[in-house]
């Protein structure tokens, strides 16, 4: 089974920069599109950006400008670097990946265990 593991959230002031890193393990072939999502403070969890196994990112129009999604095929991760950070950024940051090819198939919708962003005003 593929896990997928998130890490350098934390505690940052308003203005600071974050790089959250999600590394996929396990056996497999091939990861298809990875994507960070984000569960604010009662709220539902909302899509922040995407990336294609070819490089093509989409972002959220409010993160635009500010974060860049990025991933290392040949390290099985992906990355996202946050800049600009605001107090409205504060939530967890999950990892997915939207199909994971491995020897007995297809895993669909493979979600990390979160990493939570604080930024403080």
């Known amino acids: 089974q593929v896990q997928l593991v998130e890490s350098g959230g934390g505690l940052v002031q308003a203005g600071g920069s974050l790089r959250l890193s999600c590394t996929a393990s396990?056996?497999?072939?091939?990861?298809?599109?990875l994507a960070w999502y984000r569960r604010a403070p009662g709220k539902q969890r909302d899509l922040v950006a995407t990336i294609t196994p070819g490089g093509d990112a989409n972002y959220a129009d409010s993160v635009k400008g500010r974060f860049t999604i990025s991933r290392d095929n040949a390290k099985n991760t992906v990355y996202l670097l946050m800049d600009s950070l605001k107090p409205d950024d504060t939530g967890v940051y999950y990892c997915n990946a939207d199909r994971v090819t491995t020897m007995r198939g297809v895993e669909y919708d493979t979600w990390g265990q979160g990493t939570q962003v604080t930024v403080s005003s």
């Open positions: 396990g056996s497999f072939f091939s990861i298809g599109s």
